[in-house]
């Protein structure tokens, strides 16, 4: 997971990757404009096949918003009051997606610090609110109008700023690995268990698990425990590895991600002749 810098979009950064790698694939988990800074998980190989399940995670900013004339600070504390919870956006004028009216939720938004007309508040908030656009809402609220002047993203789903690296340190640990250090590398990849642990979970049997890797779905009896009601869940292996991701219709799972080679798993099951 990558600390984007300022100045390169999010697909430079992450073709970026791929060229120090050397591999075949790598896509980035929510775009962050060519401005903002911060959390930008990369997925690699077969890993980026899980790029629309963590981008429906919750994201996590600190803002620096500009007010167009003072105001005093209980206003401004009163304004993130009435922007937390429910609210209505329609996206930027540059945006890649339709400019429709959207329901987004605001779980917090909080005071961090201000000093004249700038004000730096931390947003924890649903995949898809835009901040910039938040900034102009609560500006018009005021009544002053506002703008948005930095942005930097703390964190994607369940992944923090505690993770970052630069991809300058990738090059440098991929260089190591090259030269038998594999340490450095290592501790930079993320196991895509840990980034889909809040969704909730079943376990396949061994049996059931080269079915699903042909695509099968999954019925109870390949199941060893089902740990939640979610529609879309994790699939695991009694060994704690992720299978991958599925959604659940009725009595079945049916696999929406496959992340499991075939043949890694002795077939259980028989086709027809």
């Not at 994790?234 to 696999?255: A, D, F, H, N, Q």
């Amino acid at each position: 997971m990558l600390d984007k810098p300022r100045g390169p979009t999010s697909h430079q950064v992450s073709a970026w990757v791929k060229e120090i790698l050397g591999i075949s694939k790598a896509g980035h988990v929510g775009t962050l404009d060519p401005n903002v800074t911060g959390v930008l998980p990369v997925g690699l190989e077969k890993a980026t096949r899980l790029a629309d399940f963590l981008h429906e995670q919750g994201k996590e900013y600190v803002t620096l918003m500009l007010l167009h004339k003072a105001v005093d600070r209980m206003k401004v504390e009163d304004v993130l009051k009435e922007f937390t919870g429910e609210i209505f956006q329609f996206p930027p004028l540059r945006s890649a997606v339709a400019r429709n009216l959207r329901k987004r939720m605001i779980y917090s938004l909080k005071l961090m610090e201000m000093k004249e007309r700038h004000v730096l508040f931390n947003a924890d908030v649903e995949s898809g609110v835009y901040i910039r656009t938040l900034c102009r809402d609560m500006g018009d609220a005021l009544l002053v109008g506002g703008n948005m002047v930095e942005l930097r993203r703390t964190r994607s789903g369940p992944l923090n700023e505690s993770n970052l690296s630069t991809l300058q340190k990738l090059k440098d640990a991929y260089t190591l690995y090259k030269d038998g250090d594999e340490k450095l590398l290592s501790s930079m990849l993320i196991d895509p268990e840990q980034v889909t642990k809040d969704y909730p979970r079943i376990i396949l049997k061994e049996s059931a698990i080269d079915a699903m890797a042909h695509g099968a779905s999954i019925f109870r009896k390949g199941i060893i425990e089902d740990m939640g009601e979610g529609k879309t869940l994790r699939i695991m292996s009694p060994r704690g590895e992720l299978l991958g991701m599925g959604t659940r219709e009725g009595e079945v799972v049916k696999p929406s991600v496959v992340l499991i080679d075939r043949g890694v798993y002795p077939k259980g099951w028989k086709t027809g002749k």
